[in-house]
């Protein structure tokens, strides 16, 4: 899921695996590393340094963790070959991470939609309710903003497929890619909405722990910046080339 798959890639030494197979050996080292130390720190957080019981792990802190690993692994799609170097000597295992990256971002996006319907009531959220059991305008706004950044994560997962580039074209293909800098953003407005008033009182944090929404919203900010970082520096060499002619 990112403009940069397109370029031709040297063929890989063999492995024995097909070289455009997604879950190999660095695929799974992605995977185990990112969704366990989010775990990891979800546990911590919440049931050693905060006060969740254990009987709420198999939903509610799988779903924090799988909430903050999916912004992780979006974000690393667009970061991989731009400011993530630890593939550049093998372009075509460069490729596989970022599909698989970007593809492993959506499904874990879409689990996390999933659970938090099921923990969407006012017994786990009350602070996205009002007195009759409706969501407040913090609530909608949060949940409208996730399901349209899902949405917009859509386009670039599917046309993530081996077929996509050629039956779109290279610019649509792009422009479907370039969809997911505008998740990323819906993104930031989801976790700004849903747990801003927590970000404010650091007194509160459990140990000290940042909340994971806020460690999210950083994840989320990352690539975008980058992205706008590089657009200057493009605008900027094109200006100086128009100059010089």
Known sequence: MNERSSEPTPKQPSTGLPPDRLWQPTTAKWFFVVFGACLAYAIVRYHFAGHVEWRHFPLFILNKATSLAAVFFVGASYLIGKIIRWHDHDKQLRLVVIKFTGLMGFFMAAVHAVMSVM????AYFAKYFDGVGRMNLQGELGMATGVIALF??????????????????????????????????????????????????????????????????????????????????????????????
């Open 119 to 122: 923990l969407m009531n006012p």
């Open 152 to 245: 917009f994560l859509t386009s670039p997962a599917i046309t993530t497929l081996p077929m996509m580039p050629k039956a779109l074209g290279g610019r649509r293909w792009k422009r479907s890619q370039r969809l997911g800098y505008v998740a990323l953003l819906l993104v930031v407005v989801h976790l700004v909405a849903l747990g801003y008033k927590g970000w404010l009182n650091p007194s509160g944090w459990y140990a000290g722990m940042p909340p994971i929404s806020l460690i999210a919203v950083v994840a989320a900010l990352i690539p975008l910046l980058v992205k706008r970082r590089l657009v200057q520096e493009k605008r900027s060499a094109q200006r100086a080339r128009g100059e010089s002619q």
